[in-house]
């Protein structure tokens, strides 16, 4: 079974608009992160959000939020007032305590989000 | 920027060949990961070292091996190249000791194109 997955392989929002990126994970770690990275086509991976799975509150950094719903097992990711720059793919992580002790990250497959003009 | 920094940046060889990726970890992290992005394709998770220790394998090639040196800098090797290990390679880096709060940041990635 997958641990974490992102059901929509792309999407289209119109510059100005919030768009929601949904991802589901799987984990009997109670102790786990989740994470948001962004790619863009220049390749590199950059970090937006942490969501740790005791935080009471949803995660904001500036137009991202982190919709957690813990029951549900699902960290979608909000983009507020989507920007020509946020055209890349995006990928939902998260993190789980491994076997070794020390931390296992397992990435989704990634969401290519495109926003029009 | 994120601290992590990976050479070369790009990398262009030939079937056959062997060569060498090199990540250095941001300051305090002792975790080093290494993943292949091939095109058009997810992270696939190769390998992590923590503080010099191989903690956990992923999908790594026989041909692929890493080490992580006492200053926390870390080396992946591949060897006798195919065509198909053309990816994009990343290192990324975190504090690393479980119970603590811990965030993944990577390198901008060694593009090795195997002609």
């Known amino acids: 079974a997958q641990k974490i997955t992102q059901t929509q392989p792309g999407m289209f929002v119109q510059e100005k608009e919030a768009v929601t990126l949904d991802c589901t994970y799987d984990?009997?770690?109670?102790?786990?992160?989740l994470f948001w990275y962004k790619q863009p086509s220049s390749g590199e991976m950059i970090f937006l959000i942490y969501q740790g799975s005791y935080d009471q509150q949803n995660a904001t950094e500036g137009r991202y939020s982190l919709n957690f719903q813990k029951a549900r097992k699902s960290a979608n990711l909000v983009i507020s007032a989507s920007q020509l720059g946020d055209s890349a793919m995006y990928f939902c992580?998260?993190?789980?305590?491994?076997?070794?002790?020390?931390?296992?990250?397992?990435f989704g497959t990634g969401t290519r989000l495109k926003v029009l003009a | 920027d994120s601290g992590v920094t990976q050479t070369p940046k790009h990398l262009i060889t030939a079937t056959g060949q062997r060569v060498t990726l090199r990540c250095s970890p941001r300051s305090g992290d002792l975790s080093v990961y290494w993943y292949q992005q091939s095109l058009d394709q997810g992270l696939q998770f190769l390998i992590q070292?923590?503080?010099?220790?191989?903690?956990a394998k992923g999908n790594i090639l026989e041909r692929f091996s890493a080490q992580q040196f006492p200053d926390l800098h870390s080396e992946l090797n591949l060897s006798s190249l195919e065509l198909g290990d053309s990816a994009l390679y990343f290192c990324a880096s975190s504090p690393g000791l479980a119970g603590h709060t811990d965030t993944q940041y990577f390198g901008p990635g060694t593009r090795l194109t195997v002609l």
């Open positions: 984990t009997s770690d109670p102790s786990y992160g």
């Open positions: 070292y923590y503080n010099g220790e191989e903690r």
């Open positions: 992580a998260m993190r789980e305590t491994g076997t070794s002790g020390t931390y296992k990250y397992i």
